[in-house]
């Protein structure tokens, strides 16, 4: 990094759901804290206020970085849709490449949270690049090609532009380790309030336990919402799945910009029901809340993160089917008894901030 000046690092985010917003907002969070100066870019479909939320002030530019899979629900992929919009998108145009190249020609870094398109556009640039993933999207694609054969070249073009970052950094739970990547531990963005400040913003009182429901910012329907209101045993927290602020007995349900920093959320509640995604397994895991978790069945990162929450967390596998059915609901009482594990220290921003400030 230059000395005589704030280091600039620019990020390119992959915005299938936001997950991967999650885990760069809080490696940038560990880089203000060391280096409060350092001047930050964002290159990302990811909303604004995510970021802004999390990090403050930076440089926000809107930018399809990459494809990933395009999702019919939080637990449904669609792999024809997403086979055509990558026939839409790679190999990257060279006037898209080196417009962004020319933007971003004086910085001092550029990270990229799986997106290939940032890798590609340092190279072009000039400036030294970082891959951040715990998944690659060939990785992923490779899951698929028997199926869809029309997934290869694209495999194959993502990977060879993945060979390209400078340096790789795998973040725990990692789904297909590499042989010269560092590894660093579970990455989760740091609180802003506490866990008593929080309930109480939320009108929860002290002794009732809290139930968040959420499916990683992946848009979802909501079949079951008349079961819960009547419930005596708990309150139910349902983030983005209202537009503005709506209280029902034990259903309580908050707009997407509600004003609560989703890692506070996850501290204050009392068991957490998910989609199995990195962002929210890392964020339980930082608060030692127990979980109920839908996996992706046909997803290949699944099982992965099924084997960290059974290894490192206390939780509950639930069926996918079980979310539109609501039989998740039935299995309460049980999250409940669950007992709240002591909070982790989920080190791995601090040591990714590390190696980029290097």
């Known amino acids: 990094m230059n000395g005589s000046r704030p280091a600039r690092i620019t990020f390119f985010v992959s915005s299938h759901g936001f997950g991967h917003a999650s885990r760069a907002g809080a490696v940038m969070q560990a880089l203000r804290q060391q280096r409060p100066e350092v001047e930050l870019r964002v290159y990302t479909g990811t909303p604004e206020w995510f970021f802004r939320h999390s990090v403050g002030d930076l440089d926000y530019r ?49 990270v990229c949270d799986v997106s290939p398109l940032g890798l590609r556009v340092a190279a072009a640039a000039g400036v030294p690049s970082v891959l951040i993933e715990n998944f690659t999207w060939d990785w992923i694609y490779r899951a698929y090609v028997d199926a869809y054969p029309g997934l290869a070249p694209f495999i194959d073009y993502v990977e060879a532009v993945n060979r390209t970052a400078g340096l790789r950094i795998q973040t725990e739970p990692v789904c297909r380790p590499v042989r010269d990547a560092v590894t660093a531990g579970p990455i989760a963005r740091g609180l802003h309030e506490s866990r008593a400040t929080v309930r109480a913003r939320l009108g929860i009182d002290p002794g009732i336990p809290l139930v968040l429901v959420s499916m990683g910012g992946v848009p979802a329907e909501y079949p079951f919402l008349e079961r819960l209101p009547d419930r005596d045993d708990c309150v139910l927290l349902l983030p983005g799945a209202a537009t503005e602020r709506r209280k029902d007995r034990a259903l309580l349900m908050l707009p997407e910009r509600s004003g609560f920093h989703h890692p506070d959320l996850v501290n204050a509640c009392d068991a957490l029901v ?16 127990p979980l109920a978790w839908f996996p992706r069945e046909r997803f290949p990162e699944s099982p992965v993160l099924d084997a960290f929450i059974l290894r490192e967390m206390s939780g509950i596998r639930l069926r996918p089917s079980d979310w539109d059915t609501g039989a998740w609901i039935d299995r309460l009482p049980e999250l409940l008894s669950l007992e709240r594990r002591p909070s982790a220290v989920a080190a791995g921003a601090a040591q990714v901030a590390d190696l980029l400030l290097q």
């Open 274 to 289: 998910c989609k199995a995604g990195y962002s929210t397994l890392a964020e339980a895991y930082q608060a030692g809340v």
């Open 62 to 110: 809107t930018c399809q970085t990459d494809i990933g899979l395009v999702q019919r629900s939080p637990l449904i992929e669609d792999v024809p849709a997403t086979l055509a919009e990558l026939r839409a998108f790679m190999p990257f145009r060279p006037g898209v490449v080196d417009r962004l190249a020319a933007e971003i020609v004086d910085q001092d870094l550029v």
